[in-house]
Every structure is written in structure tokens, then in C-alpha cells.
């Protein structure tokens, strides 16, 4: 893994320019984050992506901060993760010690509720096709256990309210058994040549 | 122990304990605030969701930023922001390290897959809750077909287009579906 001091600075402005326009949790900025720095940038893989996702997800704290000190530290060790989670703490610092001045003017004011209404169109939208790119990856994988993982997570998530700790770890322990079956079946391949 | 000490540690403590991000850190906040330290009333506490959701940011970073605004000025807002990401920032190191170190092991490979199908359903869900969100102000089991918003629902068609179609930034397609849609409304005269 190479540190390139170079990308310091472009890593904190697209961590403040994305935690500035993240409404609405945790994984509306880890699609953000995704279309950044996997798409547009290149600097991560879509795999590595969803691997540190899964661990933001599964260690304690704010997702958002979570996710810019392992992207910080992939891009330029733990200097980047520094300079990456202040890109992401920093936005909402400076919106809420603002707001919190002028609190009841923002919070009667219907211009502000109608634009954070219809903004949340647009987030869908950005998370929804995020998405499709990702679970059509998925399917490309041909394994029908992937492909049934994702939909029976989906599930339980969306429609029972099942927390996304319980998935993880539910999916990793699938994972440790996927990966104790194929060690058994390659020790039974040498046993029979 | 001075005031802002002790929302320094009640802040690390919240941070420390947030497990599953997000809404699981508003009982913490309270509990810590609210009941242990009675630093703000209910009342105060309930603004502060308010505003916590309106705007971006993680919750926990907005209640600290909140709070240490209220409590202390400037210096409040930057020691209760430190509390509330010391926690994750060093376990995230270490668990950053590990990952990088045996990623390529084959057996890593093998148990990371089997996670990887389960991220893209919980990033999914979270989309599908904010669509709902935004296209009937409610979630999927309150959901009536006489609360369904067509404006929303053409800005969230033309943006998921737009997306598809074109390389734009996201961060450009949720502004612009912010200032349009509240153009439409202002035009229709429904603000």
C-alpha cells in the first residue's frame, strides 16, 4: 500500500464537499463516497469499497467518520485519516454552531422545510442508482448464495427492521462456514489424487 | 470536574458506545446529557434532534456541535466534537490496518464475499426508506396513495436519469432537485 501525500488535499475537499451535502444517515454518504472515489476518482475498488463499508458499519461511532479514517488511511496512512475525518467533521461544525444562533427563525422558515423535502428525491436517487450498480455486480458473481444473501438482507432489513449489526454478523459468520466448506472440500480433492 | 471536561468524556462515552450509527446514538446523547449531567432540559434536547436531522452530518457530531455551542462557545464545539470521534477514530485505525494487511489472504477473500452481498442490501433499504421519505413524507406501512407527491416524484425520476445516463457528481443532482423542487412549489404558489 503506497502513501501519496500528493492526494491530501483533494481527499479533504471530497470528504467536505460530500459530508456538506449529506442528508439522511449513514449510507447516503457511503454512496456519495462511492461514486467519488471508486467512480470518479479511482483511487479505491468497488470490492474494498463495500469491505470497509462493513466495517464502518460494525465498529462503534458515526458511520461518516468511520469510513474517512479507513479511506484516509488507504490513500496516505494515518495523516490521511486525520485530514480526512476533519473534511468530514468540519461542515456539519460550522452549519450547527451557526444554526444553533439563529435556531427559530430556521426552523419556522418553510423555504428551508420544502428544499430538505424535495432534496430528499434527489438522494434517493443518487442512492438508488448507486445501488443498481452494485447488486447488478452481485448477480454477475453468478453465485446463487450471494444473490439470495442480498435479497433475504434486503428483507429483513427494509420490510422486518432488522439492525444492519445483526446482518453483518449473521453474513459473516455465512462466510466463515462458505470458507471452512471449501478448505474441507480441497483437503478431500488431495486426499482422492 | 469542570464543565467542559465533563462533556468531553460524556461525549467519548457516546462515541465509544454508538454502535449501528446514527439513530442508535439519540438514547445515548440523552442519557448522557439529559439524565447523568442535566445539562439541557428535554425540551432543549428534542430542538436539538430537530436540527440534528435537518441538517447534514452524523447525529452524534451535530448533538456535540449543538450542545457545545450552547455550553461552552467555540471551544465546547471543538472538545465535544473530539470526544465523540477519538473512540471510532482509533479502532477504525486498527481495524483499517488489519484489513489492508490480510485482505489478500484467499480465506479473507472468501469470508469478506459473503459480507459484500449484505452491504449492497443495507445500502439499498436505507435508499428505498428515504424514497418513501421523500416521495410520501412517510414510511412503507403508513404509506396512502393520496399522500404520493408527484413533484417529488419527477425530480426523483429525471435525477435517477440524469444519473444513469450522464457522469454527473451527486452532489450536484441533490442540490439541483433542492433548489428546482423548491422553485415548483414556490411557483405553484404550495409553500
Not at chain 1, 179 to 188: D, G, P, T, V, Y
Request: hydrophobic fraction near 55%; aromatic fraction near 10%.
Amino acid at each position: 500500500m503506497q502513501k501519496d501525500y500528493k492526494k491530501l488535499w483533494p481527499l479533504f475537499r471530497a470528504m467536505f464537499v460530500l459530508s456538506a451535502c449529506t442528508f439522511g444517515g449513514g449510507f447516503v454518504i457511503v454512496s456519495l463516497m462511492k461514486k467519488k472515489f471508486v467512480e470518479q476518482l479511482g483511487w479505491i475498488d468497488e470490492d474494498e469499497m463495500l469491505d470497509v463499508t462493513a466495517i464502518t458499519q460494525s465498529s462503534p461511532g458515526p458511520l461518516p467518520v468511520n469510513a474517512s479514517v479507513i479511506i484516509g488511511y488507504r490513500v496516505a496512512g494515518v495523516l490521511g485519516s486525520a485530514v480526512a475525518v476533519l473534511g468530514s467533521i468540519l461542515p456539519p461544525m460550522i452549519i450547527i454552531s451557526v444554526i444553533s444562533v439563529f435556531y427559530d427563525q430556521f426552523r419556522t422558515n418553510t423555504y428551508i422545510a420544502t428544499a430538505l423535502q424535495v432534496m430528499r428525491a434527489g438522494v434517493a436517487a443518487v442512492i438508488i442508482d448507486v445501488v443498481i450498480n452494485l447488486a447488478k455486480n452481485v448477480c454477475k458473481t453468478r453465485r446463487v448464495l450471494y444473490i439470495a444473501m442480498m435479497c433475504i438482507a434486503f428483507v429483513c432489513t427494509y420490510l422486518l427492521g432488522v439492525s444492519a449489526m445483526i446482518i453483518i454478523f449473521v453474513c459473516l459468520g455465512i462466510g466463515i462456514a462458505d470458507l471452512l466448506i471449501s478448505i474441507r472440500k480441497e483437503k478431500k480433492k488431495c486426499r482422492c489424487s | 470536574m469542570p464543565l467542559l471536561l465533563k462533556l468531553f468524556f460524556a461525549f467519548i462515552q457516546v462515541g465509544l458506545f454508538s454502535v449501528g450509527g446514527g439513530y442508535a446514538a439519540i438514547p445515548l446523547i440523552q442519557e448522557q446529557i439529559v439524565n447523568i449531567h442535566e445539562l439541557l432540559t428535554i425540551e432543549e434536547f428534542s430542538d436539538l434532534i430537530t436540527v440534528a436531522e435537518m441538517t447534514p452530518g452524523p447525529i452524534s457530531i451535530n448533538s456535540a456541535t449543538f450542545v457545545g455551542m450552547r455550553l461552552g462557545g467555540i471551544g465546547g464545539v471543538l472538545l465535544c466534537s473530539l470526544g465523540c470521534i477519538i473512540p471510532s477514530f482509533c479502532i477504525c485505525l486498527i481495524l483499517a490496518h488489519f484489513y489492508y494487511k490480510y485482505r489478500s489472504f484467499g480465506g479473507v477473500q472468501t469470508v469478506l464475499g459473503a459480507l459484500r452481498p449484505a452491504v449492497v442490501a443495507l445500502i439499498g433499504s436505507a435508499g428505498f426508506s428515504i424514497l418513501m421519505l421523500g416521495l410520501f413524507k412517510s414510511d412503507i406501512f403508513s404509506a396512502s396513495l393520496s399522500d404520493f407527491r408527484v413533484v417529488e416524484f419527477g425530480i426523483f425520476a429525471v435525477a435517477l436519469f440524469i444519473l444513469r445516463k450522464f457522469k454527473v457528481s451527486a452532489v450536484a443532482v441533490i442540490l439541483g432537485s433542492g433548489v428546482i423542487g423548491t422553485l415548483i412549489y414556490t411557483v405553484a404558489g404550495m409553500v
